[in-house]
């Protein structure tokens, strides 16, 4: 099976060590980390309206095309900041298995007894 997330991470840091003329991510690591950040922040905000949109369409196949779209717009920046801290895809996905592990032991909350 094919693994396009991890072939995405490899083209993003062979980007970031061999500048490519007219690449948009030898851009955003040429600008740096803030750069990246905001970019990461644009993405996140536009995924989130995206969600929301979709939502309302009640089936709408163009809002569900844009989500599909700010989603990958984003993944796409979340790993240029990955690339940029040095944090791989097996680094995430070690942590996701760590917490697949805890499934199902929905933490309960306290209620605060206010006459103590």
Same mark, same amino acid.
């Given at each position: 099976m094919k693994d396009t997330l991890s072939e995405l991470y490899d083209v993003v840091l062979s980007r970031k060590t061999e500048k490519t003329e007219g690449s948009y991510t030898c851009y955003l690591f040429e600008k740096g980390l803030d750069k990246i &950040?905001?970019? *990461?922040? =644009? =993405? /996140?905000? $536009?995924? *989130?309206?995206?969600?929301?949109?979709? !939502? @309302?369409?009640?089936?709408?196949? !163009?809002? @569900?095309? !844009? &989500?599909?779209? $700010?989603? /990958?717009? &984003?993944?796409?920046? &979340?790993t240029v900041m990955m690339a940029s801290l040095g944090i791989s895809p097996d680094d995430i996905n070690a942590e996701l298995e760590k917490r697949s592990l805890k499934t199902g032991n929905l933490k309960t909350f306290h209620s605060t007894d206010k006459n103590t």
């Open positions: &950040l905001k970019k *990461v922040g =644009e =993405e /996140c905000a $536009e995924t *989130v309206i995206a969600a929301k949109n979709a !939502e @309302r369409a009640d089936g709408d196949t !163009e809002k @569900r095309s !844009e &989500l599909i779209g $700010e989603i /990958c717009d &984003l993944y796409y920046h &979340l």
